[in-house]
């Protein structure tokens, strides 16, 4: 696992310990960029499921200004402070121990709102629909923003929810990555 384009290009990243998180492969991660970008000058992201941190680390190096790492596991959220900070990203992160809808609550109350926001729950405990319906109610995406879902292939997304349309749809052996934009 490592970071597969931008300033930090080639980096080598470490993944959490055990066998609670599934990191996303450089296939996959690079092909969800370059859907999405593959380059950005500037933006906030939010990494809601973080495990290793490696999507919003990969948004970052690619020209992300901002990134809020989110996962509610102990092991996760160390395993993101040492990526980021092998990364040399310190200044442009912030990094918190919650779970995913409460840190939408905590986020909503910020008035913070994303261009790129990534979900990678785990495969077994999906709240997707209505992690984006929070998302998308309280205006947490700017218009022309993504959502990156990366779910299961068992898992069937709509095609629209609320304010946001999926505009891409791909597979990857057990994995599928849905892509939705505010618009």
Do not use: W
Not at 73 to 100: G, L, M, S, W
Not at 138 to 147: A, F
């Amino acid at each position: 696992m490592r970071v597969v384009s931008g300033s930090c290009k080639g980096m080598p990243l470490k993944a959490v310990p055990g066998k609670s998180t599934r990191p996303t492969t450089d296939k996959v991660k690079e092909a969800i960029f370059n859907m999405i970008g593959p380059y950005f000058d500037g933006g906030y992201a939010l990494d809601l499921f973080g495990g290793s941190g490696g999507l919003g680390l990969e948004a970052l190096s690619r020209g992300m200004e901002h990134c809020i790492f989110v996962d509610r596991d102990v092991k996760a959220i160390q395993t993101i402070k040492t990526n980021v900070e092998y990364c040399k990203f310190t200044d442009h992160v912030e990094i918190y121990r919650n779970d995913a809808e409460r840190a939408l609550k905590a986020i909503t109350k910020r008035n913070l709102r994303f261009s790129k926001i990534f979900l990678d729950p785990p495969y077994k405990h999906q709240k997707i629909k209505n992690i984006i319906e929070l998302i998308e109610n309280n205006r947490l995406l700017y218009e022309g923003g993504h959502i990156v879902v990366e779910h299961s292939t068992d898992v069937k997304l709509p095609n629209t929810i609320g304010g946001v349309s999926q505009i891409k749809h791909e597979v990857y052996g057990i994995t599928a990555i849905t892509i939705y934009q505010y618009c």
